[in-house]
């Protein structure tokens, strides 16, 4: 009896052994550590391993320690790739923002004889070289309309001028005629004397 009791236990063990060695698989590493050290045997202060549960959870230790390597690898492998992204995407900003304030310079500002003048300037200059020539222009037309009015004023002196030089003239032409007729009455008149 001894015997087949021996034999059920060690059945047992070894039924609870391989049960726990296909749960350690799935558990965590944590897991598998708690199990391994409450399922081992005691020896006066230490504790029993046995080698197949030791090289099960050696195993898979690597295991978990090499899918932790290639996740890590992975992620910096992700890391390094969105590093390259967000430095290409912050390159291709700062080229955008340099062409929004150069197109917003642009746009704020004339190009006039190549020279960059902000639209207010460039309003402000336009306006003083406006009035200038609406300035000039109203003393150019008041000139010319005081010179014509000293012009036709002149015209109408001139025409004054040679109606009374006319009317002298036939006045003197007239005297003439009358002292040569006189003269001539008086030569006429001394002959027959």
């Given at each position: 009896?001894?015997?087949?009791?021996?034999?059920?236990?060690?059945?047992?063990?070894?039924?609870?052994?391989?049960?726990?060695?296909?749960?350690?698989?799935?558990?965590?590493?944590?897991?598998?550590?708690?199990?391994?050290?409450?399922?081992?045997?005691?020896?006066?202060?230490?504790?029993v391993v046995k080698k197949s549960a030791y090289g099960l959870l050696h195993t898979n230790v690597l295991d978990s320690v090499k899918n932790f390597k290639s996740q890590i690898?992975?992620?910096?492998?992700?890391?390094?790739?969105?590093?390259?992204?967000?430095?290409?995407?912050?390159?291709?900003?700062?080229?955008?923002?340099?062409?929004?304030?150069?197109?917003?310079?642009?746009?704020?500002?004339?190009?006039?004889?190549?020279?960059?003048?902000?639209?207010s300037t460039y309003s402000l200059m336009l306006f003083v070289i406006i009035l200038l020539l609406i300035t000039t222009l109203a003393f150019f037309i008041y000139k010319f309309?005081?010179?014509?009015?000293?012009?036709?004023?002149?015209?109408?002196?001139?025409?004054?001028?040679?109606?009374?030089?006319?009317?002298?003239?036939?006045?003197?032409?007239?005297?003439?005629?009358?002292?040569?007729?006189?003269?001539?009455?008086?030569?006429?008149?001394?002959?027959?004397?």
């Open positions: 009896m001894k015997s087949t009791i021996t034999f059920l236990i060690a059945v047992l063990f070894t039924a609870t052994s391989f049960s726990q060695e296909t749960t350690t698989q799935q558990n965590t590493v944590d897991a598998q550590f708690r199990s391994l050290y409450k399922n081992s045997n005691n020896y006066q202060e230490y504790k690898q992975r992620k910096n492998t992700l890391i390094n790739s969105q590093k390259s992204t967000i430095n290409t995407l912050e390159k291709d900003n700062k080229e955008a923002n340099t062409k929004l304030t150069a197109a917003i310079t642009k746009a704020d500002s004339i190009d006039l004889f190549g020279i960059q003048l902000a639209k309309k005081n010179s014509n009015v000293i012009t036709t004023e002149a015209k109408s002196n001139l025409e004054d001028v040679e109606n009374e030089f006319n009317l002298f003239r036939k006045k003197s032409l007239e005297r003439e005629q009358k002292l040569r007729r006189e003269l001539q009455d008086e030569i006429i008149k001394n002959r027959n004397n």
